[in-house]
């Protein structure tokens, strides 16, 4: 396999596709050399067919908004691979969404899933619908419309969707009312990221950012560090920005950033109980801005049109969207201390931030390690509405600590230089992938 070769071909196919190719090219320049190693691989084309998805659903969702104007959007599902398990993958409801980012999203996942040791295949979903500044009807309307068109091609041994960005419990339980009335039927394993009163898993909500901390925590323990009391910012304020915050203090940790598309709020004495719970309000206003926080609490900062990533830290954690974090913020964050720099976002960081990182030999981890605390109780989710049984929060805690710890392992097992240096970014890439290939493989040429 050479990777300019199969590239130079996707390139072709798909020249405005560029997440999806920047996703594409990070796995396979990781793979290549371990890849090369396997002719059974070359022989059975494993990487051609993994690169193209199984199938993709494009469909246009119309709904009718407050002042009674009909409005339409379009509306995707990809189902990326099942090598492993049924598709399993978020839905984001955000108006950059398009066939790219939908498939760049759900390629991502297919490893992510596979590194959680559960049995879920990669997909993705969503639509350009943009929440800002809509009412809660017209929320639940389009949610309606959306599964309207979805309900036929998902189901709990078949493509199980979660949320993602725009997507919350709010939006999972009026997409869930519509395919329960549509299925006649009441199967809650079907969609993930549930209220707890209706097979909903506890902790689900926190879980994307408890995960990317535990995992944090377990590649500053193997260079003799610790979370306690080092400088971390974080950029958004939604729920994955509220889970890392949340779960960073209580491991006593000092929050001195969160950020929005208006800027970044400054909070040098670290944010409190208070201030997190508050990044609740924030998201469910709907107005996506982060301006009001720094109203709201004394001692701390707003400024304009700058990023997180200006702050002085110890640990930068991209937990908003993907490639937010270029080569130019990557040198600010160096040239101001930090050392450590975890993506929560899936593909937070952009190729030139990420060779910056790796150049200057600090701590990096990407997306599909970090955050697959979230697929991963997603999938503890799905195993407590199977069995029709709900586990105390310590139960799932517990299962989440242990994923992260094996998914760190992996990333050490195979990412791990002869300098010593562990590059978690080849390390994810070649654990994720050598399974997904193995059961391909062996499922024979389909």
């Avoid at 509220?242 to 491991?251: D, P, V």
């Avoid at 101001?336 to 975890?342: K, L």
Wanted: hydrophobic share 40%; aromatic share 10%.
């Amino acid at each position: 396999m050479k990777t300019d070769v199969i590239m130079a071909n996707l390139e072709r196919k798909y020249p405005n596709e560029k997440e999806y190719l920047q996703a594409v090219r990070e796995v396979l320049e990781s793979v290549e050399s371990t890849y090369n190693k396997h002719p059974e691989f070359e022989k059975a084309k494993i990487v051609e067919r993994l690169v193209e998805p199984d199938r993709i659903f494009s469909f246009r969702v119309t709904w009718v908004d407050d002042k009674g104007e009909v409005q339409t959007n379009s509306g995707y599902r990809v189902q990326f691979n099942s090598a492993i398990g049924p598709y399993k993958g978020g839905l984001r409801f955000h108006k950059a969404v398009n066939p790219s980012m939908m498939k760049f999203l759900g390629f991502e996942q297919t490893f992510k899933n596979a590194l959680t040791t559960l049995p879920m295949g990669g997909a993705k979903g969503g639509s350009d619908f943009d929440p800002t500044g809509k009412s809660d009807a017209e929320i639940m309307r389009f949610c309606q419309a959306f599964m309207l068109e979805l309900w036929n091609n998902i189901g709990p041994d078949t493509d199980i969707p979660a949320g993602d960005v725009g997507v919350g419990g709010r939006e999972i339980g009026y997409m869930y009312g519509m395919y329960k009335k549509l299925k006649r039927e009441y199967n809650t394993g079907v969609l993930t990221g549930k209220g707890i009163t209706w097979g909903g898993s506890l902790i689900r909500p926190e879980a994307t950012g408890y995960g990317a901390l535990y995992f944090l925590e377990h590649m500053l323990h193997k260079v003799g560090k610790d979370v306690k009391d080092h400088k971390i910012v974080v950029s958004g304020f939604g729920n994955v920005a509220w889970g890392a915050a949340k779960k960073a203090i209580a491991l006593g940790a000092k929050v001195v950033a969160i950020s929005g598309p208006d800027g970044v709020i400054s909070i040098p004495e670290g944010m409190t109980e208070d201030m997190v719970d508050y990044m609740l309000d924030l998201r469910a206003s709907n107005k996506n801005v982060v301006a009001p926080f720094a109203d709201k609490f004394h001692g701390t900062k707003f400024i304009p049109g700058k990023k997180s990533w200006s702050v002085k830290c110890d640990i930068a954690l991209t937990s908003a969207f993907q490639n937010e974090l270029d080569g130019n913020d990557a040198k600010e964050l160096l040239d101001n201390g930090c050392w450590c720099v975890c993506e929560i976002s899936n593909m937070g960081c952009t190729p030139e931030a990420i060779h910056e990182f790796q150049e200057h030999k600090i701590l990096f981890a990407p997306g599909k390690a970090v955050n697959a605390g979230g697929v991963a109780t997603s999938g503890l989710e799905m195993t407590q509405n199977a069995q029709h049984l709900s586990w105390t929060a310590e139960e799932v805690d517990d299962r989440l600590h242990k994923i992260m710890k094996s998914i760190h392992e992996q990333c050490v097992k195979y990412g791990t230089q002869p300098d010593g240096y562990v590059d978690y970014v080849k390390g994810a890439n070649i654990a994720g992938f050598m399974k997904v290939a193995h059961a391909m493989l062996e499922q024979g040429i389909i």
